[in-house]
């Protein structure tokens, strides 16, 4: 074999396992970015024209992130935060639309405390993305639906799902998840008159069993020797 043969079969090897390092270094970042992204990352891949550019936006997501000064909260201003969302879910009962403007400016004033941005929410939700990708579609469909209530085309059980989906962000920014994940049924003024409570409960059963009832209009007072009527 020629020197020059030896020269070319080794660039050739060069070549190769550059490419090589090249391709691991992408399936790596790429791994990366799925892993720190979770569905945001596919989401971004389906709206961007190639994954190239899909994961050059994440990248630069991350970048922009990393100039953020992120604020944890103290033990006494995550209490505060908890016990505000126990008192908007208790308020749902009687005023639901409302409730759901009250929790998205509750989000809103817990988002800026952490140190995001608040304006554009395109903006919010990118530097969002790095962090809580995995609670943000839930602050998507809040937003949304927020907006068709203020539109007035937003139904209570849609309203209710709102505020389950802005408590998953709130919870995920909380760092933890003190509240109850149930939200309250929305008050029917009917159901707290006297004349709706049902008090079956305090009786027992066989005093409501027709049999039961027909036996005691037929009784008479010599099957009942010691009933006071009968003297």
């Not at 008090?199 to 027909?214: D, I, T």
Request: charge should be negative; charged fraction near 30%; proline fraction near 6%.
């Amino acid at each position: 074999m020629s020197p020059t043969q030896v020269i070319v079969i080794v660039l050739v090897v060069l070549v190769v396992v550059a490419a090589l390092a090249v391709v691991g270094r992408q399936a790596a970042r790429r791994r990366a970015l799925r892993s720190r992204f979770g569905p945001e990352y596919d989401r971004v891949v389906a709206e961007r024209d190639s994954r190239a550019d899909a994961e050059r936006e994440l990248r630069d997501r991350e970048r922009r992130h990393a100039e953020l000064t992120l604020t944890p909260l103290t033990p006494e201003s995550r209490a505060r935060y908890a016990a505000a969302w126990e008192e908007l879910q208790v308020r749902f009962v009687d005023s639901p639309a409302e409730t759901v403007s009250d929790a998205d400016e509750l989000v809103g004033r817990l988002v800026a405390e952490r140190g995001y941005p608040t304006g554009d929410f395109s903006a919010q939700i990118a530097q969002l993305s790095v962090e809580h990708a995995r609670t943000l579609s839930h602050y998507r469909d809040a937003h949304e639906i927020r907006l068709r209530n203020e539109r007035g085309e937003a139904g209570t059980e849609e309203l209710r799902q709102a505020v389950v989906h802005y408590r998953a962000l709130f919870a995920d920014l909380l760092g933890g998840d003190p509240l109850d994940a149930r939200v309250p049924d929305q008050r029917v003024p009917d159901q707290h008159h006297p004349e709706h409570h049902r008090p079956e409960q305090h009786h027992r059963p066989e005093e409501h069993h027709p049999e039961h009832a027909s036996r005691e209009a037929q009784e008479t007072p010599v099957d009942r020797p010691h009933d006071v009527t009968s003297r």
